[in-house]
């Protein structure tokens, strides 16, 4: 197994963007956190002043996605490829590291997918309810600046794009394998590309503020048999629902 800083850390780096220095920021570890009793969601921003702002945001994630201003928004344009990629197990969540170069157009704005992770139960809600699972497609522009699409899984039919990444789940926290067919991340996302569009946070420590969600409105599905083995994967990773305070939140109208 090669080398791999954790996902805390490595977060850590995305969103600072930092080219330079980056020796000696990865040589400091970063507080370790979890879901759960002392190192919980609400204990957060003691573990680490690095976490301050996960307890004194005014811009944190996830939120309740209810009353939304409509407005007819560019919907956002992905030109994904299928390529190799890499499943890894961190403690905290499955994720899915991506070969090859995914970009995601924003209001004009290329990102690159950086990597692609799921949380169950989903961490956004709808009127107060949750789905199943949600998958988190991080991606990164050139100056730092980071977007995250957001796509909610219910139950329903088997989906064949989660099967090759539930055929080599790790069985243990930091083992890694690698998927022996290429994976095109698009086909996680809904024909639907209607979406829920706010400025956030990472939803992890350090809960960085800045971030570009956009929370598709219609879900995929997945089979009872595909979610349950996320959700013993996952091990209720979700943080709860943040204070949307005078943030504007607004859903597209077109399809």
Not at 102 to 117: A, F, K, M, Q, S
Not at 174 to 186: G, K, Q
Request: proline letters at 8%.
């Amino acid at each position: 197994m090669s080398p791999r800083r954790s996902l805390a850390a490595r977060r850590c780096l995305l969103v600072l963007g930092l080219a330079a220095g980056t020796a000696g920021v990865a040589a400091a570890a970063p507080a370790r956190w979890s879901y759960f009793g002392a190192t919980g969601p609400d204990r957060w921003p003691a573990l680490s002043n690095a976490y301050a702002i996960c307890g004194n945001g005014q811009r944190q994630s996830p939120i309740d996605l209810a009353d939304a201003a409509d407005r007819d928004i560019a919907n956002p344009q992905t030109t994904y490829q299928p390529g190799g990629a890499t499943v890894v197990d961190d403690g905290h969540t499955v994720e899915v590291d991506l070969d090859g170069t995914n970009i995601l157009t924003l209001d004009g704005v290329p990102y690159r997918l950086v990597e692609l992770h799921f949380h169950s139960p989903s961490e956004h809600t709808i009127n107060g309810n949750t789905f199943a699972v949600e998958v988190h497609l991080v991606h990164q522009g050139d100056n730092g600046a980071v977007a995250v699409i957001a796509v909610f899984i219910a139950g329903g039919s088997e989906n064949p794009a989660l099967a090759p990444i539930l055929s080599v789940l790790p069985s243990k926290e930091n083992r890694e394998a690698r998927l022996r067919e290429p994976f095109d991340p698009s086909s996680l996302l809904p024909d639907d590309r209607r979406a829920f569009r706010y400025t956030g946070s990472l939803t992890t420590p350090p809960c960085t503020e800045g971030v570009n969600w956009v929370v598709m409105a219609s879900p995929i599905s997945a089979s009872g048999q595909q979610i349950a083995a996320l959700a013993r994967a996952l091990d209720g990773n979700t943080r709860p629902v943040q204070a949307r305070g005078d943030r504007e939140l607004l859903l597209d109208t077109s399809p």
